[in-house]
């Protein structure tokens, strides 16, 4: 009713407006004011005048439709977002309700309503993004990573009944969330939280990790298979900070490392295998600082580094191997500053260093096994400033060294045998000035194949201490700089 009487009001106030405007048009027309006497209008203007009325109350009635249309839609409108406001209130209820009987569900004494609840938190999740709610969302990824990080024994009955299918289940439906970063339903980006769980298999193979933090702190990786195949890394962090490997093999071979951060600080190695085995490395970091190997292997062999760093400053190898040979390094960095390379072995061998840096400054060889045979320095830095060869063997046999720096200086010599035996120096600036020793250490040159660029030492040609070998070495060399004890170059007089 308060639409039709402003509709009704409205054509009458239009009528009216209409009818003065047109008569005192028509009044101007004839040649006379209103004001000034009777209206002087024949039949033909009173005609003109009534259809001109017409026509502008045919205007108002148009406005007045089309105020009444806007009504209408208007309220349609406030009716329609009601309506859904109501339907969203409805659902979110509803969402609510679900979470509670999945949350139910994973609590179950049976496998198989456990399983139930796996895939039942995770729609969950997909539709608390539908409803817009990633608060939500990430509270539903939270438990089911809590699932995981509940206390598991592999080797339980429990295990062996049903509840490693029920992890390995878990697994799966994260991973199949981090394949799309286009995908409604995908979880990239979001934060992944596994500290401390016991990971005894399970399949992470051609995920991405694409923001976040994604954590494995404090995890344990026992026995099977861990499957990182694949995997995208390129944003965020991977955090394996403080896990320990003690079985198991982890892969990790056909990673795009392009960006963001992997993290095995203080991480400890006792057994089975990690493999970046083939990787490529482009950006981004890997850090293995302060990590212990006592036992397994680290395995980067054929890898190949463009870019980003590899870092195992302050890591202690007290037995298990690392392995990079036949590793290319063709840019960024790879450093085991003050590494302590007491036990196992470290493999070098075959790799190529022809851009990048990887420096070994102020590390200590003491491992029975560290080789770099047959590498080949074609360019780039390679560093063994201020390092320490107090035992063992560390070869670099058939090495061939042709462009780039490979820098020994202050380099100190008490133990053990590094052996250059059958190398090639050709052409790469080799120096082993401001070095010390004194035996049981050996230096060895035996059978150089090349000494067109030979390596500087700090003293006379033909004078070279007893712990060097061939006593005669090829000229280049500085001699202000001979020491006066031949035997314990550099040394202190008193230890």
């Known amino acids: 009713m308060p639409i039709f009487w402003a509709l009704v009001w409205w054509s009458l106030v239009g009528i009216g407006l209409g009818l003065i405007i047109e008569i005192v048009f028509a009044q101007m027309a004839a040649g006379t004011w209103v004001w000034e006497g009777p209206l002087n209008l024949d039949s033909t203007k009173w005609f003109d005048v ?3 009325t017409i026509t502008t109350v045919g205007i108002f009635g148009l406005g007045g439709a089309a ?14 977002t009601l309506d859904e406001r109501k339907q969203g209130s409805v659902d979110k209820t509803d969402l609510r309700a679900r979470y509670t009987t999945a949350a139910e569900q994973l609590g179950h004494e049976k496998p198989a309503v456990r399983l139930a609840g796996v895939y039942a938190m995770a729609a969950l999740a997909d ?3 539908s409803a817009e709610e990633d608060e939500q969302r990430q509270i539903c990824i939270d438990v089911l990573c809590a699932y995981l990080r509940m206390e598991y024994d592999p080797d339980s009955d429990k295990a062996k009944t049903g509840e490693k299918e029920v992890r390995l289940t878990v697994i799966k439906v994260i991973s199949s969330h981090l394949q799309d970063t286009s995908s409604t339903s995908s979880w990239c980006g ?11 298999g399970g399949d992470f193979s051609s995920v991405k990790f694409t923001g976040g933090n994604v954590t494995f702190a404090g995890a344990r990786f026992t026995n099977g298979n861990i499957n990182f195949t694949n995997t995208e890394l390129s944003g965020g962090n991977v955090i394996f900070a403080g896990a320990h490997f003690s079985g198991g093999n982890i892969i990790f071979s056909g990673t795009d490392f392009a960006g963001g951060n992997a993290i095995f600080t203080r991480a400890h190695f006792t057994d089975g295998l990690v493999s970046f085995a083939g990787v490529r490395f482009t950006d981004g970091n890997i850090n293995f600082s302060n990590a212990k190997f006592t036992s397994g292997l680290v395995n980067f062999s054929r890898s ?16 298990g191997n690392i392995s990079f040979s036949n590793a290319k390094f063709i840019g960024g960095n790879i450093t085991f500053s003050r590494a ?6 470290l493999n070098f061998g075959s790799a190529r260093f022809s851009k990048g840096t990887v420096s070994f400054n102020g590390a200590t060889f003491a491992t029975p096994s560290a080789t770099f045979a047959r ?3 074609t360019g780039g830095v390679a560093s063994f400033a201020k390092t320490r060869f107090t035992a063992g063997f560390v070869s670099f046999k058939g090495a061939k060294f042709t462009a780039g720096t490979v820098a020994f200086e202050a380099a100190t010599f008490v133990g053990g045998h590094v052996s250059f035996d059958q190398a090639e120096f050709t052409g790469a600036s080799v120096s082993f ?5 004194a035996k049981p250490a050996l230096l060895t040159f035996e059978n150089v194949s090349s000494w067109a660029h030979p390596p500087e030492f700090p003293w006379a040609p033909g004078a070279s201490p007893a712990w060097v070998l061939p006593t005669s070495l090829p000229p280049g060399t500085t001699p202000s700089l001979l020491p006066e004890n031949q035997e314990d170059v550099g040394l202190p007089s008193s230890p």
């Open 190 to 200: 979001m934060n992944l939280d596994f500290t401390g769980a016991v990971f005894d």
């Open 304 to 319: 190949e580094v463009a870019g980003g760093s590899i870092i195992f400053t302050d890591a202690q190898l007290s037995g």
């Open 375 to 377: 590498a080949r320095f």
């Open 433 to 437: 000035l401001k070095i010390r020793g």
């Open 340 to 345: 302590k390379l007491n036990e196992g072995g």
């Open 50 to 52: 009534s259809r001109s």
């Open 127 to 129: 539709d608390w993004h």
């Open 67 to 80: 105020l009444l249309a806007y009504r209408r839609q208007h309220t349609s409108e406030r009716q329609h």
